[in-house]
């Protein structure tokens, strides 16, 4: 969702005009998570506030826009100019914040983006992701001790707290001691990043629930002294830090990053850090300073870049074959010799133990959903276990119950979805092992969980998730085959899928060839205000996520529908008009989806039918009912439904470019869905 960035230097001269790049360009690679607002900070002399008070040493400049970061990039300097802000002045400290805003509490606008303030003088500054849910309450109790307020956010109340408990307190308390008063007055999801004119250079970030990560610029200069958690810097020393609610923003400066836990306070002040902790206990709250591991961030610059491409999304479904065979890499044998075929190292202790398990519930949200669905009837013939499917958010307004010998398999490309990590929470909280399918490292479900698979798939820029999808199916047919392992019955079954799986890379690049011909089935579809997708079986899940995709980012109706329902409801809707996509390639399905496209056929349906290539059937009722094929590679029927989105995902594309939105930022959509109601 929001994007937060912010830019510490210390003993390292910038002018205040790079400063500004620096945290534009930390906004622009936030931008692919959605947003409709954006502002930034920084610091300036106090004359530019004529009210500034005279304890004020160094004032906080916001600057807000609505619209893109380009916009705001333009008000900026236009502001810079009308304000007689030097550029060019050179700052050897300084501490700068920058944030993308999608809309939740106000209407996106200037007034409501952030960075919010707590008055005039801007004495305190926050940028915030996530939600305050006692704002109300906070708000009253500062009306009633004379505080005004302008915006309609939740945020708002937080930087005019920070004042009231600085004016309140008697003795002087530090930044990160202030803030620590402050928040433990909070309660929701957040990621805060505080500035201040009481404390220029120095920044305080704090994280509960919400993705928080610090990129180091010099590793070997931030080592904390053991007598302290805060490094004193030695004459000389300088460094450089980064704070991001996504690694993507500081990727180009620096590979160097720790990941901020839950309760979690960082302080940069002086040319030194420390990170605090705030725990609930028995007794109450316990702050204390901690360790968090330095890691090595495992991205490329190019794969944040269009590399050629028009569109992130169009990059990234282009990427699948590459994509899928790193989710495979040095987990599968290809040769059929060895009898330990798929190697799951996240897994590899406690397989056993998912054996023998009550049931598999899969927990997910939207597409990770889907690739869940797909997967399915793989885990059930393979693993021989019950296995139940819920929606996150469903799971926790249902409050379903859930055994201590329930394996739960938490699925989410960032690894910080907020239904799935509340639901996490509940499913620990009575005992079940819980896994984790992800696609990030270090992230919120990857570290709760007690095991799990990183999918590898690579960095997923465009908010329409497509090789995270392909991948997170991949993944979770591994799991299956992995906890089928023990199974002579299986074996071939097991060894048909795992030979499938080695060619599965080049059947995809079959598929993208499709590319020409889906362009043009979308120019035929293109005025068109709904459109029906019918599959059954494995291709439910296909059915349901090309339908996700059309309306996502096309922006037009779409429908996924179960070809078995067919007849109790949706065929009402069939007429000449409404273009159908039927999804019927060769699984036990088949002559099942035969019928329907007769059934449909038989109604004058507009059809558009997905078949395996050389499908004589199809290819007959196609030269004689006026129907379009899609022909697409054959393979095992447990992988074709990665085989089938393809070119459903290039069509959803297409779809898109020639109706004029945006493909990679949809209209109010974020990538991380990090914000949910409260259960």
Known sequence: ?????????????????????????????????????????????????????????????????????????????EEAVKQGIDLDEVLDNHAGIAHTRWATHGVPSATNSHPQVSDAEHKFVVVHN?????????????????????????????????????????????????????????EGAYGLLFKSAYFPGELVACKRGSPLLLGIKEAEALRPLQSSPMR?????????????????????????????????????????????????????????????????????????????????????????PDSVLQTMRGRVKFDRQPKKRITLGGLVDRISTIRSGRRVMFVACGTSYHACLACRQTMEELAELPVSLELASDLLDRRAPIFRD????????????????????????????????????????????????????GCEIGVASTKAYTSQMVALTMMALALSEDSIRLRPKRNSIIDALGVLPDQIREVLKLDAEMLSLAEQLK?????????????????????????????????????GEMKHGPLALVDELLPIIVIATRDRMYQKMLSVVQQLLARGARLIILCNSGDSDMQEICASGGSR??????????????INIVPLQLLSYHLTVLRGFNVDQPRNLAKSVTVSEEH
Not at 153 to 164: A, F, G
Not at 632 to 642: G, K, M
Request: glycine share 6%.
């Open 629 to 642: 094929l899609i022909q697409v590679p054959e393979t095992v029927e447990s992988l074709q439904p990665i």
């Open 406 to 457: 329930d394996m739960c398999v938490f699925v989410s490309q960032s690894g910080e979805t907020a239904d799935t990590l509340k639901a996490l929470e509940y499913a620990k909280e009575r005992g079940a092992l819980c896994i984790g399918v992800t696609n990030t490292v270090g992230s919120a479900i990857a570290r709760s969980t007690h095991c799990g698979v990183h999918i590898n798939a």
């Open 232 to 320: 004193r810097p030695n004459p000389g020393d300088s460094f450089e830090a980064f704070i991001a609610s996504d690694a993507s923003a500081f990727v180009e400066h620096t590979k160097q990053m720790i990941v901020l836990e839950d309760n979690d306070l960082l302080h940069l002040a002086r040319g030194t850090y420390a990170i605090y902790n705030v725990s609930k206990d028995e007794s109450g709250a316990a702050y204390g300073s901690v360790s968090r591991a330095l890691s090595t961030l495992d991205m490329e610059v190019n794969s944040i870049m269009k590399g050629g491409y028009d569109h992130y999304m169009q990059k990234e479904i282009n990427e699948q």
């Open 527 to 563: 005025e068109e205000q709904s459109l029906l997708v019918f599959g059954r079986g494995y291709n439910y899940a296909t059915a349901l996520e090309a339908a996700l995709k059309v309306k996502e980012v096309a922006l037009m109706h779409s429908e996924g529908i179960l070809a």
């Open 1 to 77: 969702m929001c994007g937060i960035f912010g830019y510490y230097n210390y003993r390292v001269s910038r002018d205040r005009r790079a400063i500004l790049e620096y945290l534009f360009t930390g906004l622009r690679r936030l931008e692919y998570r959605g947003y409709d607002s954006a502002g930034i900070s920084f610091d300036c002399d106090p004359v530019v506030l004529e009210k500034a008070s005279a304890s004020i040493v160094s004032t906080p400049v916001v600057i807000k826009s609505s619209g893109k970061v380009d916009a705001l990039v333009k008000l900026a300097y």
């Open 130 to 186: 996530g939600i305050i849910t006692n704002y109300k309450a906070l708000k009253d109790f500062l009306i009633k001790r004379g505080e005004v307020f302008i915006s309609e956010t939740d945020t708002e109340v937080i930087p005019k707290l920070c004042n009231y408990v600085y004016k309140s307190t008697q003795e002087k308390l530090s930044f990160n001691e202030l803030i620590l008063e402050v928040i433990s007055k909070l």
